[in-house]
C-alpha cells in the first residue's frame, strides 16, 4: 500500500519539478539585444517596472513604476493616444530584468 502511495503521488510530483527545472535552464525567453544595452546604460531599481513606446521614430520612456498593475495602465493610456492620433506604435512593460512582461500595439 505505501509503495502504492509513493508510486502515484510521489513520483508524478517528482517528474513534474524535474521537468520544470528543466524548462527554467534551458528554456529561458531570451532578452532583445536593443534592451539589454539600454537596461545597461540606464538601469532600474530591482522590483520596478519600466514602460516604453516603440515606434517609427525610436523608442520612448514612458515611466518606471513600482507595481506591475500602473505600468500597464501607463502602456493602455498610451495605446489609446496612438490610437486617436492615428499613430502605430508598440507599448511593452518590462521588469527590472528587462524581460518583456506585455507588449501591445496600437
Known amino acids: 500500500m505505501l509503495i502504492l ?3 502515484y503521488i510521489a513520483v ?7 521537468v ?5 535552464k534551458y528554456g ?7 534592451i539589454r544595452l ?6 532600474i531599481e530591482k522590483g520596478y517596472f519600466r514602460v516604453f513606446r ?7 520612456w514612458l515611466g518606471d513604476f513600482e507595481n506591475q498593475v500602473k505600468a500597464v495602465d501607463r502602456a493602455y493610456q498610451g495605446k489609446e493616444q496612438a490610437q ?3 499613430q502605430k506604435a508598440a ?16
Open 91 to 106: 507599448f511593452l512593460v518590462l521588469n527590472d530584468k528587462g524581460e518583456i512582461l506585455e507588449e501591445t500595439d496600437a
Open 84 to 86: 486617436r492620433g492615428g
Open 28 to 34: 529561458g525567453s531570451p532578452i532583445r539585444e536593443d
Open 12 to 18: 508524478p510530483f517528482l517528474l513534474a519539478y524535474l
Open 20 to 24: 520544470l527545472r528543466f524548462i527554467r
Open 54 to 60: 516603440e515606434d517609427d521614430q525610436g523608442r520612448q
Open 38 to 43: 539600454f537596461y545597461a546604460q540606464n538601469p
Open 5 to 7: 502511495l509513493f508510486y
